[in-house]
């Protein structure tokens, strides 16, 4: 069975801190890994990994991809209180007509001033 | 562009009622999407449509049905609502298997 686990479940830091957010994947057919950022309502997009080694950076935010051992890694650099929000990664594959995102329970991340 | 917009955005049920959430898309998306989130559980896919016309189970289908009539509607359908379907329900639509764009989420009560 397909699945994806993230760690920490939750995390607390202070403004200004850097974190790191893991993701690890099993999922038949691997075809992208995919990172959301979840306030209070709807997931929004980040970054969609498709290769392994490629960094993928938006402002203070970066993300990695190592297919080899099935994991992502989520950056946050210079933590401000506007990153607290749930982080969210997902596995897509290539198999049968399914496109849906095999979603992880996702890491809760609280900034504090 | 709206994106994704759903509605109702709140409800409440009695056991055994019936309902219908309504997805709408401006993006001229292929793919829709129904999934559940629940405490604990992250996002869970319900039922997902490839095309006009086509539907097909996700993982967890029971107790819900849909309906892709339009390109850009995508309709999740509850025949007799149960507690256990208590939760926030979010539409998605992509282009095709990769970046999905979500609603605004649709917070579900059943009593």
């Known amino acids: 069975e397909d699945k994806v686990v993230q760690s920490p479940l939750s995390l607390v830091v202070h403004e200004g801190d850097t974190v790191t957010l893991n993701c690890s994947y099993e999922v038949t057919n691997f075809r992208s890994l995919l990172w959301y950022k979840q306030e209070k309502k709807a997931p929004t997009f980040l970054f969609m990994l498709?290769?392994?080694?490629i960094e993928k950076k938006s402002g203070r935010l970066s993300s990695i991809l190592d297919k080899k051992e099935l994991f992502s890694i989520l950056n946050i650099t210079a933590t401000q209180t506007g990153d607290s929000a749930v982080y969210l990664c997902a596995g897509t594959n290539y198999g049968g007509s399914q496109g849906n995102l095999i979603f992880g329970k996702g890491t809760k991340l609280s900034v504090k001033p | 562009n709206a994106g994704v917009t759903q509605t109702p955005k709140f409800r409440v049920l009695k056991t055994g009622q019936s309902m219908t959430l309504l997805c709408a898309q401006d993006m001229n998306h292929e793919y829709m999407y129904w999934y559940r989130q629940d405490p604990g559980m992250g996002l869970r896919l319900i039922h997902y449509s490839v095309g006009e016309g086509t539907t097909a189970k996700g993982e967890v289908p029971d107790g819900y049905n849909v309906s892709r009539l339009k390109k850009q509607n995508f309709l999740l359908g509850l025949e007799s609502a149960a507690p256990s379907q208590t939760s926030v329900y979010f539409c998605?639509?992509?282009?095709?298997?990769?970046?999905?764009?979500f609603g605004p989420g649709t917070r579900l009560t059943v009593l």
């Open positions: 998605a639509s992509s282009y095709f298997r990769d970046e999905q764009f």
């Open positions: 498709t290769s392994s080694g």
